[in-house]
């Protein structure tokens, strides 16, 4: 097999496996009506690329490994997607996906650190970068090569945090920080431009000495990992971001790219549908 044709078994098996996660996140609703389904489904193939392309240091046996990559889930409540990806990791058994937000399970609706695999409080918006900037400064300074990545919702850059924790990063050169922003432009109360706009905002990055990378299609697997070399690869010492152009409830009827998507339910009958079960 040469490397053009082990590429392609690479993407596949990253694309499958997106699929999966996108199939896993459906049922999960469906145990749990209250979970944010659409905007756990515009980051899935951002989650799959990191923790299965080979980007992440992990050890799901020791999720506090001290020599593992750091990934901050900033828009936790976003990140339904993730339970399915942690389970078929080790982080924990398949079963649990079972108790979702019943009694006595530790998979909620807002995810927490008590979940093996997480690393912060997901509730609160607008703290991961700051976290994760943190985090990257005091690797930095034990001189590891240990990398930093923030998913982020780019509603969620409304919160002003956000921008103090870019400017923090951008002084001490965090080159070890990548935030990854899950650009699906619709936001709580509907467009995300509607409510502050950010328009060009690898300009806005840019200005505030970042290194920037847009993904025109945040839902392909090839395009993100790509992106994310071209970050590992970047010697301009800045810390990186990723613009992943995405879509809010990816490819659910009536629900992708709808204005009040963030509260909307996905019903029964067509989750069956679109899993191809109940017919």
Known sequence: MNANQLDVAVDE??????????????????????TRVASSLSPIEIFVVLY?????RQDPRNPRWDGRDRC????????????PILADLGYFPMDELEKVCQEGSFLGGIPDPVIP??????????????????????LKRRGTDQTVYVVTGDGELHEGANWEAFM??????LDNLVVIVDNNQIC????????????????KFQAF??????????HSVVALSEALLECQRDESGKPQAIIANTRKGNRVPGLENAPLSHVTAIKLDLIDQLLGEGQ
Request: proline share 1%; glycine share 18%; hydrophobic share 40%.
């Open 168 to 173: 923090f990063a951008a002084q001490h050169r």
């Open 52 to 56: 299965y392309g080979g980007f992440l």
């Open 13 to 34: 098996q990253l694309s499958n496996k997106a699929r999966w996660v996108w199939e896993e996140t459906l049922k999960l609703h469906r145990r749990a009506q209250e």
């Open 117 to 138: 695999g997480y690393e912060t409080i997901n509730g609160s918006l607008g703290h991961g970068a700051g976290v994760g900037a943190g985090m990257a400064l005091a």
């Open 188 to 203: 709580m109360l509907g467009p995300t431009d509607e409510i502050v706009s950010h328009s060009d905002l690898a300009k």
């Open 72 to 83: 901050i889930i900033s828009k936790g409540h976003g990140s339904l997607c993730m339970y």
């Open 209 to 218: 000495g970042w290194g920037v990378r847009g993904v025109s299609d945040g």
